[in-house]
């Protein structure tokens, strides 16, 4: 993604980063200055920082508390467990006072200061201390960290009353040094902005290639069952909104859809029993739906290319109906015709399974699906089925 690393001389050179959308800050990064040339790798000491997605890094050796925080984990002791880590550290606020964020490979997260251009660790640790007078053992918490920013955001007369409501956490941390700013009337150079959802919005449209299935459990629907019904190829398209969850650069997502979809099934069965002696029963089914398919989705970037798997569920209701069975009996010179409802008892309301596997590139993406329905029979004599397979070419709006 594009990027920009600043040297030690705070020099900035612009290019393209690496970006893993780091959960634990990175011990090194690859930048190139142009796409097509050859990537270059950087330590913590080798630059001053980094800045990608609206992220700024900075480069340097801290200490670092490395106590569990979990309550099952904790011990009994009271003593600052202290690692000294070289890494790429997180600027939460930029200016006249700074704090940074730093999580190592253990999933413990740290909180930094600068005071005469040194990073200072805010301490916090939770341990287990057996209580004499009772015998049981309680939580303990060394908060030094609210005296640390006492002092250092002392020019705020009344940053206590906001600290003593401040957890060891990035959002109430950040919120603090944004309190100190205003009431200090003045600026920080950077804050960070907590990740958000992204929003695509887009339509589809392709091809529904469609079968349906009978089982019968006998009685007059076993004639349903004995019919083979061709597949059904129709139009199918719709309207997408695909939601990127924060971090992972929005591999995850959540895409919706009102999509529409329909099949109609056409079929002669014809019985004879004798000369001039015979049964023809025509079968027609067909049904349209519109469609709510929810689907979570994991992209994954080849280059400028996206491969994309979905998986979800589809809701569909009836908005169309073709039901339809016409039976001409023949007997000698006598023929009766008779027209009613191949069923009787419909399922309007489809509930399906969906599949996928697709590609993106720029805004266009093409898809294969797979999904399969409940059908559309209620009756208790004969069990129904769909099976739909969709191609689909997608282009999104924004």
């Known amino acids: 993604m594009k ?22 800050n990175p011990d090194q990064i690859r930048f190139k200055t142009r796409l097509d040339s050859s990537p270059s790798t950087f330590l913590p000491l080798d630059i001053h920082g980094f800045s990608v997605d609206n992220i700024i890094y900075v480069g340097g050796v801290v200490e670092a508390e490395v106590t569990e925080l979990n309550t099952n984990d904790l011990e009994e002791n009271p003593k600052i467990n202290i690692e000294i880590d070289t890494t790429f550290l997180q600027v939460v606020v930029g200016g006249a006072k700074e704090l940074y964020y730093y999580k190592n490979k253990t999933d413990r997260e740290n909180f930094y200061i600068k005071r005469e251009g040194q990073l200072d660790l805010l301490v916090y640790k939770k341990y287990i201390d057996e209580q004499k007078n009772t015998g049981k053992a309680v939580v303990i918490e060394n908060k030094k960290y609210l005296g640390q920013l006492t ?12 600290l003593k409501n401040t957890s060891y956490n990035e959002g109430d941390l950040r919120r603090l040094f944004n309190y100190y700013y205003e009431c200090t009337s003045t600026e920080s150079s950077f804050t960070k902005t907590k990740n958000k959802l992204s929003f695509e919005l887009g339509a589809i449209t392709g091809i529904s290639i469609s079968s349906l299935n009978f089982t019968s459990y006998g009685g007059f629907e076993a004639l349903l069952a004995r019919k083979n019904y061709d597949s059904s190829v129709n139009f199918a398209g719709g309207l997408f909104l695909n939601i990127g969850l924060p971090k992972n650069l929005s591999k995850w997502s959540i895409n919706n859809e009102l999509f529409y979809s329909s099949y109609n099934f056409k079929d002669t069965f014809t019985e004879v029993r004798g000369e001039n002696n015979f049964t023809i029963t025509d079968t027609e089914l067909g049904y349209s739906y519109i469609k709510l398919n929810n689907l979570v989705r994991y992209t994954y970037p080849i280059g400028n290319t996206f491969l994309y798997l979905n998986a979800g569920v589809s809701n569909g209701f009836a908005i169309n109906e073709t039901n339809k069975l016409t039976e001409v009996f023949q007997f000698n010179e006598r023929r009766v015709i008779t027209e009613e409802r191949a069923l009787e008892d419909v399922r309007k309301y489809e509930q399906g399974l969906l599949f996928g596997l697709g590609v993106k590139y720029n805004r266009y993406s093409l898809e294969f699906r797979t999904e399969s329905g409940t059908g559309i029979d209620l009756n208790r004599n004969l069990g129904s089925g769909t099976r739909r397979y969709f191609l689909l070419l ?3 709006f924004n």
Request: aromatic share 10%.
């Open 151 to 162: 002092l250092y955001l002392k020019e705020c007369p009344d940053i206590n009353s906001k």
């Open 3 to 24: 990027g920009l690393i600043i040297k030690k001389n705070k020099d900035t050179l612009r290019g393209f980063v690496d970006d893993r959308d780091w959960d634990k």
């Open 394 to 396: 997608g282009y999104r």
